[in-house]
């Protein structure tokens, strides 16, 4: 579990906690995900590397420091992963944006890819991919088969809420892949939802059920 990192931080807690609540109407619930993409985004760039810059102020020159190593691209999951991607490029407003679209088959819960448009550069970038619940892996994996069909080399995950046979999925199927999220429920239940979990995020997210 070391490429695993859960997020304790009292604000992430609070905010997830509003966001479970069944009594969450969709415009707070959209709201959240943007504020909890946007904080876990804060904690999952704590590592990145920094360079000495020099800038000058109304008063002398001064020495300050600037984001260094790999750009960022940021890779929301059609649909749900929008919601995460306002939030993400609020905080890094120089990130590249692409999307991979993927859903779900009811019935196999097997993944299926229909649509990618990614940066032309994403082999010389860190891809953030985005999706408020891992479930079952095989959106997340979908998604990392792709990138790394086009050179990218490494991709961190942000999801909200994780479900342990989604991130066994994609530790076995790409074990250099980090997961960052808020939260390891218990379970999947039957129909592929993470229980205790908070129920359709993209239903929830655009107020489509």
Known sequence: MSKVHVF???LILHKLAILRDTRTGHK??????????????????????TKEVEVETPLARARGRSIAGQEIAVIPILRAGLAMEVGITRLIPTARVGHVGIYRDPETLEPHSYYAKLPPDIADREAMVLDPMLATGGSIVACADTLK??????IRVMAIISA?????????????VEIFTAAIDDYLNDHGYIVPGLGD??????GTK
Do not use: N, W, Y
Request: hydrophobic letters at 35%; glycine letters at 6%.
């Open 28 to 49: 707070e619930f959209r709201e959240l995900v943007e504020e909890l993409a946007m904080l876990m985004a804060f904690e999952a760039t704590r590592s990145h590397p």
């Open 201 to 206: 995020a993209g239903d929830r997210l655009f």
């Open 149 to 154: 069909q086009h050179g990218c080399r490494t």
């Open 8 to 10: 304790d931080h009292p």
């Open 164 to 176: 342990p046979e989604g991130i066994k999925k994609v530790q076995q199927a790409h074990p250099d």
